[in-house]
């Protein structure tokens, strides 16, 4: 299971061929794949060669090759971590019992739902992300976003792989239909309205990729744990490829903090604003709208969905299957709410089945917060005495019990009014975003960055910074 078949026209390691049937619908979804990303993938760059990484073994000690390739003839395809046969459920009504190699009737409707939502994520941010490739602050920062938008592509076909595999003729309309959806369209939408915000700029690309995509962290690791074999190997082969993603944000958002409080030591009254830098607190209301939209995608903190998924062996906790808890059946405990009553906040128990959503989420909001501490010592070696805060779980939601609630950062319940004269203190204005806009002026040349951002600590795969990680064609103008 470990080795990938590239040839075949589907490079898997599921040994697609034995599967005619299969391999035939997978290879009539294949154009159709090719021509979205031809039309939605990032603009300009297709005849480019990127370094980019491909994965060759699913194997822990070295599943990834690195070279150069033009993103259209990137090798997708299927590759799924190797079965455990002694693999049993890990959590649930049927705890202990084996896993399942097929879809029980009783939840295809269910199982279904949760992977065509996941699946249409991935897509979805190749869209967002389409035009950043324009003002990339280095060529190693123009590098890392299309490693990142490759591996969403192949994201999309893990997801697809099992929509064709055991859902039939259903499953193929799904797969189809994610290609048809368009991020922020107004007639056919993603389903998930994080996933259709603009992406215009590289701090928010940052951000999106240390928060959003750490709630894919979290998501794929619940799925990870299922009781549906198929797509728990999947998913566990996609937190592999995960990693680099929430490295990018981390790495990003600290290198523009870096870059920043260099600025302030060499600026009359700090002013980096007045040099071509991001201000700390810009960057803060960038965190604010991003990390808040993205506990919106945990769902709803009182869910009885959370608890059939659980019950049902669909969607573990992170972590399930470890020592992380001691109780898998989870009939007996209760998880301690705070719910908005009449303009104030009381707390309430509720079954912990039903609170699976905040489990999972409490697990992010602790990994976010040790991405955060790594960003507060970047300010903190500068002696600056500002620090970038999480806002309060309440603030800037969309989704659940504070779902347009005029909540400010520190968790305070204000006014509409009050809230809607303070908005730009808590959220990028016109005029920030405008200004970061200003900032995105592409740097091409090998070695050399973007004013607003620091160089990174080392290269990629042992090469050197200024290294030259895009090579252009020169018939392409960018």
Known sequence: ??????????????????????????????????????????????QDQIYLRTAISVETDGWAHFDYVKMPDYRWGIFLTPPK??????????????????????????????????????PASVEQQKLLGKTAPSLYDLRNLFQVNVEEGRHLWAMVYVLHSFFGRDGREEAEDMLVRRSGDDDSPRILDTFNKPIDDWLAFFCFTMFTDRDGKYQLAALAESSFDPLARSTQFMLTEEAHHLFVGETGIRRVLERTCQLMQETPNEDVRSVGGIPIDLVQRYVNEWYSTSL??????????????????????????????????????????????????????VPLRRAMNMVLRQAYIEDCERGVLKWNAILKKHSIKSAIKLPAEQFGRSQGLYANMPFDPSGQLLTQEAYDARKDEFLPSTEDLEYVQSLMQPVYEPGKFANWIAPPTRGINGHPIEYRYVKFDEHVRH
């Open 1 to 46: 299971m470990g080795n990938v078949n590239y040839s075949d026209k589907i490079p898997n390691n599921v040994n697609l061929s034995s599967d005619r049937k299969l391999q035939r619908a997978l290879e009539s979804w294949q154009p159709n794949f090719l021509d979205w990303w031809m039309d939605m993938g990032p603009l300009g760059f297709q």
């Open 85 to 122: 046969n002694s693999r049993t459920v890990a959590f649930g009504d049927d705890y202990g019992k084996p896993v399942w190699d097929k879809v029980p009737g009783n939840v295809r409707k269910e199982l279904r739902r949760i992977i065509v939502t996941q699946g249409d994520t991935e």
């Open 296 to 349: 919106d995608l945990f769902g709803a903190e009182d869910s009885s969905n959370a608890a059939s998924y659980f019950a049902q062996g669909l969607k573990g906790r992170f972590r399930e299957s470890s020592k992380r808890y001691d109780d898998h059946v989870a009939l007996k405990g209760t998880y301690r709410l705070r719910k908005p009553v009449n303009g104030k906040l009381e707390e309430e128990d």
